[in-house]
């Protein structure tokens, strides 16, 4: 059986980590490549650095700090937040980044996905995607984008399906709901994406306790966890959120 990743989340606005509650009253939290190499040590299994404001400001992602956060950490990590083109997806893994997270790029244009998968491969390509629950949508969950700006009228788990049929090789669901909010990720929309794709499934936004992240795997069918708020702060440790979920049966890599 593959083991459960635990993913670091790095949000980085003017080369800062920051941390808010769904998207707001954000806090400056430190340097992202001390971060990077902190987690790293730690036992993370990968990381995940989002440009915040990128899209929203229509501006690329710092090339540099991802060389710089290559040159330190040796784990798998992936970028997103302004990434508009092919090129942009090429220069980040030139960088040193082994995925590229899409988003707001994908909605407006899907066969961004398609053409990053047959360039770099689909395990390169992971779709991003901050649903809010909403009465208009079948599944009872709608896209939003531009860092929840924007609401799109789509359907959250047509949408994933229709992504991993393009190519993306993971999906990300971030819960706009749940986000920074430490009361648990959002079980019902993660389980329905988990169950409506076949490729492996990240829940993001919410996590207040190891028990959170045991909760993602056996009930929502995550393939991995995203924490932020609950390790920047010191909270818990990389190594007791693993080893709470080893208690109880879920498969991790230890330390």
Not at 16 to 34: A, H, I, M, Q, S
Not at 121 to 126: A, D, F
């Amino acid at each position: 059986m593959l083991t459960k990743r635990i993913i670091p989340c790095l949000d980085v606005r003017a080369g800062r980590v920051t941390k808010g509650v769904k998207f707001k009253n954000n806090v400056d939290l430190g340097d992202p490549v001390e971060m990077a190499v902190r987690y790293s040590e730690e036992g993370a299994d990968e990381l995940v650095f989002y440009d915040i404001t990128a899209s929203a400001e229509r501006r690329p992602i710092d090339i540099g700090m991802v060389e710089a956060v290559a040159a330190s950490v040796h784990i798998p990590f992936a970028v997103g937040g302004g990434i508009s083109c092919l090129a942009d997806m090429e220069r980040v893994i030139l960088a040193g980044a082994e995925k590229v997270s899409v988003n707001s790029l994908a909605v407006r244009d899907p066969s961004i996905i398609a053409e990053g998968a047959r360039a770099f491969g689909r395990q390169c390509i992971v779709l991003g995607m901050d649903p809010v629950r909403s009465e208009r949508c079948p599944s009872g969950y709608e896209i939003t984008t531009r860092g929840f700006r924007e609401f799109t009228g789509m359907d959250a788990v047509e949408w994933a399906k229709k992504a991993a049929d393009l190519g993306a090789g993971e999906i990300v669901v971030n819960s706009v709901d749940a986000d920074g909010t430490k009361q648990g990720f959002e079980l019902t929309v993660t389980r329905l994406i988990a169950e409506a794709v076949g490729v492996p499934v990240v829940a993001s936004g919410g996590a207040g306790c190891p028990d959170h992240v045991v909760e993602a795997f056996l009930a929502a069918k995550a393939d991995a966890a995203i924490v932020a708020g609950i390790i920047h702060s010191r909270e818990y440790t990389i190594a007791q959120i693993k080893a709470r979920m080893a208690e109880r049966g879920v498969p991790v890599r230890l330390a």
